[in-house]
């Protein structure tokens, strides 16, 4: 890799014809062959699969332990089944099950249990055959397991079934899980708490995250502070950003022969952007220093690609390892998420080490060109030693290196402790903000 970046520096206008070849041919690839995104996941070989193949074959309808989603309610007086109740749920539950994407909503508040949708397939939740090899005491705890209200009669909860695809999928539209929450929000009072928890509505109604964009007005902001030129402040950032497309492309292309989520680009789009980010500034500030000392551009720049460059280079090797070790799980649904982050980063560190090589030996000094006012012009510095108090403190460590590495040793070992009481597990909806949807859902029923 080091030879590809000082290739970039010495033939820039080959290195850069070179690049936008890739940068066409792997956009057009994407936009032609790029694969769909789903959301399928399934976790083989544990017990929660192991549980629900026994239930399936048994003749248990396990289609409301999957894909579903449910309404809870409790009044602050009354029951949960008791008329005032009914005034106000039953016109929630008939909005719901005229959702194109509801195929069934349970009603515990209709006197013979009638459900509410087109699609509504009777059958109990457990064959007579399973109900048989139970004990008594088995089975009274399975009919509480399984009861729409609970024993005191001040919760109760309906169960929403969704249509499915051709594959058989659960199928919701955005919209529709948007409707849902909406109604549910609306009727929740002091004198009636109604929630609503499923996974399919766990980002419903949320606005699209704004996180990038807000972070890389920031990276824009830092970089004038600290270089005072808006061309070198921006070359990071379009270097970045090409390579983020590049891999945006690859995530599509990955989708192909994996399954991969639909919040893959936009997972890998957050690590892609950070990492291009800080990889471009590597080698650029590196690249700065050399200019600001007198240091002839192409020179500069092989000093770069041969110093900050390495760093890149082993960083972003780094990174694709860690990311592809999800791998070790045997999850589908992380295997894709990985891989597709893997490209990401695998295309913003060549952006960072063959684009940003060949723009810089190109522009040379006009690099720290539309300076502010504190920026500094090159050869500023000729004379001076490089580098200041980090230089002076690095050198320092290098001449006794043993007793900062005991210190550096120590400090992290203190800092692990924690990981011995750490405790793993699914996250849950106790942990969502109070007053939602999924929350008072969660409180209601536990």
């Known amino acids: 890799m080091p030879g590809l970046s000082t290739w970039a520096v010495r033939r820039p206008i080959v290195a850069l014809i070179a690049w936008f070849v890739v940068l066409i041919a792997v956009v057009g690839l994407g936009a032609t062959l790029g694969g769909q995104l789903n959301d399928k996941f399934e976790l083989p070989d544990t017990e929660s699969k192991v549980a629900t193949d026994l239930l399936s074959s048994s003749g248990t309808d396990t289609s409301r332990l999957d894909g579903g989603a449910t309404i809870v309610w409790s009044p602050a007086a009354g029951t949960a089944v008791d008329e005032a109740t009914a005034a106000q749920i039953v016109p929630l539950l008939t909005k719901v099950a005229a959702l194109s994407s509801v195929a069934c909503i349970t009603n515990p508040l209709d006197?013979?249990?009638?459900?509410?949708?087109?699609?509504?397939?009777?059958?109990?939740?457990?064959?007579?055959?399973?109900?048989k090899a139970l004990t008594p005491e088995e089975q009274q705890t399975l009919a509480q397991s399984f009861a729409?209200?609970?024993p005191d009669g001040k919760v109760a909860y309906s169960t929403i079934t969704f249509t499915t695809d051709a594959n058989g999928d659960v199928s919701v539209s955005n919209a529709d899980a948007k409707a849902i929450l909406d109604e549910v929000t609306a009727l929740n009072t002091d004198a009636l708490s109604v929630g609503a928890q499923g996974s399919i509505l766990e980002f419903a109604?949320?606005?699209?995250?704004?996180?990038?964009?807000?972070?890389?007005?920031?990276?824009?902001?830092?970089?004038?502070?600290?270089?005072?030129s808006l061309v070198a402040?921006?070359?990071?950032?379009?270097?970045a950003l090409v390579g983020l497309t590049m891999g945006q492309m690859g995530v599509l292309l990955v989708a192909n022969f994996m399954d991969v989520a639909t919040f893959a680009p936009t997972l890998a789009a957050m690590i892609g952007l950070g990492v291009g980010i800080d990889y471009a500034l590597f080698v650029m500030n590196r690249y700065r220093q050399g200019l600001l000392h007198g240091h002839e551009p192409k020179q500069a720049a092989i000093e770069a690609v041969q110093t900050a460059g390495r760093a890149v280079l082993f960083a972003g090797t780094t990174v694709i390892i860690a990311l592809l070790g999800l791998f070790v799980m045997r999850i589908s649904f992380f295997n894709g998420l990985s891989l597709a982050a893997a490209v990401t980063v695998l295309f913003v560190m060549l952006s960072a080490l063959w684009f940003l090589p060949a723009l810089l030996s190109l522009l040379g000094n006009k690099a720290l060109s539309l300076r502010l006012p504190w920026g500094k012009k090159p050869g500023s510095m000729a004379g001076h030693p490089e580098g200041k108090a980090w230089a002076h403190y690095g050198r320092l460590l290098q001449k006794r290196p043993l007793i900062p590495a005991l210190i550096a040793l120590a400090v992290v070992v203190v800092l692990a402790i924690p990981m011995f009481s750490l405790r793993q597990g699914f996250a849950d909806d106790s942990g969502k903000p109070v007053g939602s949807p999924s929350r008072i859902a969660y409180d209601l029923r536990a």
């Open 233 to 239: 402040a921006g070359m990071p950032i379009v270097v």
């Open 205 to 228: 109604g949320q606005e699209p995250p704004k996180s990038e964009a807000v972070g890389l007005i920031f990276a824009i902001i830092i970089l004038l502070v600290a270089f005072g």
């Open 111 to 131: 006197p013979q249990g009638k459900p509410l949708g087109t699609d509504c397939q009777g059958g109990a939740a457990v064959s007579p055959e399973a109900l």
């Open 148 to 150: 729409a209200v609970s």
